[in-house]
Protein backbone atom coordinates (compact mmCIF):
# COMPACT_ATOMS: atom_id res chain seq x y z
CA UNK A 1 0.00 0.00 0.00
CA UNK A 2 3.04 2.60 0.79
CA UNK A 3 4.76 1.58 -2.77
CA UNK A 4 1.32 2.56 -4.17
CA UNK A 5 0.79 5.95 -2.24
CA UNK A 6 4.71 7.12 -3.56
CA UNK A 7 4.03 5.68 -6.96
CA UNK A 8 1.11 7.80 -7.18
CA UNK A 9 2.69 10.95 -5.57
CA UNK A 10 5.95 10.29 -8.06
CA UNK A 11 3.43 10.41 -11.11
CA UNK A 12 1.31 13.53 -9.64
CA UNK A 13 4.86 15.38 -8.98
CA UNK A 14 5.97 14.60 -12.47
CA UNK A 15 2.85 15.62 -13.76
CA UNK A 16 2.83 18.76 -12.14
CA UNK A 17 6.60 19.89 -13.19
CA UNK A 18 6.03 18.96 -16.79
CA UNK A 19 3.04 21.24 -16.84
CA UNK A 20 5.93 23.99 -15.61
CA UNK A 21 7.78 23.90 -19.33
CA UNK A 22 8.05 26.95 -20.94
CA UNK A 23 4.45 27.53 -23.09
CA UNK A 24 4.67 28.77 -26.74
CA UNK A 25 3.51 32.08 -27.47
CA UNK A 26 1.94 33.63 -31.04
CA UNK A 27 5.39 34.71 -31.61
CA UNK A 28 8.02 32.25 -33.32
CA UNK A 29 10.67 31.66 -31.02
CA UNK A 30 9.43 32.77 -28.23
CA UNK A 31 8.53 31.65 -24.98
CA UNK A 32 6.46 32.80 -21.45
CA UNK A 33 7.55 30.85 -18.46
CA UNK A 34 6.56 31.82 -15.06
CA UNK A 35 5.99 34.92 -16.20
CA UNK A 36 9.47 35.67 -17.69
CA UNK A 37 9.17 35.91 -21.45
CA UNK A 38 12.07 34.74 -23.59
CA UNK A 39 13.76 35.94 -27.53
CA UNK A 40 16.22 35.70 -29.55
CA UNK A 41 17.36 38.79 -31.24
CA UNK A 42 19.85 39.67 -33.83
CA UNK A 43 22.52 41.52 -32.69
CA UNK A 44 25.47 41.71 -30.44
CA UNK A 45 24.30 41.84 -26.45
CA UNK A 46 26.18 45.74 -26.65
CA UNK A 47 23.96 46.86 -29.14
CA UNK A 48 20.36 45.18 -28.04
CA UNK A 49 20.95 46.65 -24.42
CA UNK A 50 21.00 50.11 -26.40
CA UNK A 51 17.84 49.52 -28.20
CA UNK A 52 16.25 48.01 -25.42
CA UNK A 53 17.29 51.13 -23.32
CA UNK A 54 15.69 53.11 -26.37
CA UNK A 55 12.83 50.46 -26.61
CA UNK A 56 12.02 51.25 -22.74
CA UNK A 57 11.65 55.04 -23.01
CA UNK A 58 9.54 54.64 -26.01
CA UNK A 59 7.39 52.80 -24.18
CA UNK A 60 7.63 55.77 -21.38
CA UNK A 61 8.82 53.64 -18.84
CA UNK A 62 10.49 55.16 -15.86
CA UNK A 63 13.87 55.28 -13.75
CA UNK A 64 15.61 53.18 -16.86
CA UNK A 65 19.14 52.50 -16.13
CA UNK A 66 21.12 50.11 -19.08
CA UNK A 67 24.38 48.62 -18.53
CA UNK A 68 25.86 46.22 -21.33
CA UNK A 69 29.10 44.52 -22.70
CA UNK A 70 30.01 42.53 -25.91
CA UNK A 71 28.44 39.38 -24.04
CA UNK A 72 25.49 40.84 -22.12
CA UNK A 73 23.62 43.16 -20.75
CA UNK A 74 20.62 44.73 -18.57
CA UNK A 75 18.07 47.11 -18.38
CA UNK A 76 15.78 47.93 -15.49
CA UNK A 77 13.17 50.46 -15.43
CA UNK A 78 9.85 50.96 -13.65
CA UNK A 79 6.27 50.81 -15.34
CA UNK A 80 3.16 53.69 -14.51
CA UNK A 81 2.23 51.05 -11.57
CA UNK A 82 5.72 50.67 -9.78
CA UNK A 83 6.05 46.97 -11.10
CA UNK A 84 10.14 46.34 -12.15
CA UNK A 85 11.16 46.01 -15.59
CA UNK A 86 14.07 44.04 -15.90
CA UNK A 87 15.06 42.89 -19.26
CA UNK A 88 18.27 40.64 -19.21
CA UNK A 89 20.56 40.26 -22.58
CA UNK A 90 23.27 37.45 -23.15
CA UNK A 91 24.91 36.00 -26.03
CA UNK A 92 23.71 33.27 -27.75
CA UNK A 93 25.95 32.83 -30.82
CA UNK A 94 27.70 35.26 -33.03
CA UNK A 95 25.50 38.33 -33.42
CA UNK A 96 22.84 36.37 -31.55
CA UNK A 97 21.25 37.33 -28.49
CA UNK A 98 18.79 35.43 -25.75
CA UNK A 99 16.55 38.68 -24.91
CA UNK A 100 14.70 37.99 -21.16
CA UNK A 101 11.50 40.15 -20.19
CA UNK A 102 10.29 40.12 -16.86
CA UNK A 103 7.88 42.45 -15.64
CA UNK A 104 6.32 42.73 -11.94
CA UNK A 105 5.57 39.42 -10.21
CA UNK A 106 3.96 37.71 -12.76
CA UNK A 107 4.77 39.34 -16.46
CA UNK A 108 2.90 40.91 -18.96
CA UNK A 109 3.28 39.42 -22.22
CA UNK A 110 1.84 41.98 -24.32
CA UNK A 111 4.15 44.76 -23.08
CA UNK A 112 6.97 42.14 -23.20
CA UNK A 113 6.21 41.84 -27.25
CA UNK A 114 6.00 45.45 -27.62
CA UNK A 115 9.34 45.74 -26.02
CA UNK A 116 11.09 43.18 -27.96
CA UNK A 117 9.05 44.98 -31.17
CA UNK A 118 10.76 47.95 -30.45
CA UNK A 119 14.27 46.64 -29.68
CA UNK A 120 13.85 45.31 -32.99
CA UNK A 121 12.84 48.06 -34.48
CA UNK A 122 15.86 49.94 -32.76
CA UNK A 123 18.40 47.87 -33.95
CA UNK A 124 17.26 47.87 -37.53
CA UNK A 125 18.98 51.95 -37.41
CA UNK A 126 22.02 51.12 -34.96
Given at each position: MKLAIFAIGVLSAGF????????????????????????????????????????????????????????????TAKNAQGDAVTIDIEQAGEGVSKVTIHIGLTGDEAVSKQLVDRIKSHLSWL
Open positions: LLANLTACKTETPGATETLGVYSTMVAGAPDKVTAAAQKAAADLKLTDIVGNGTKVDGKV
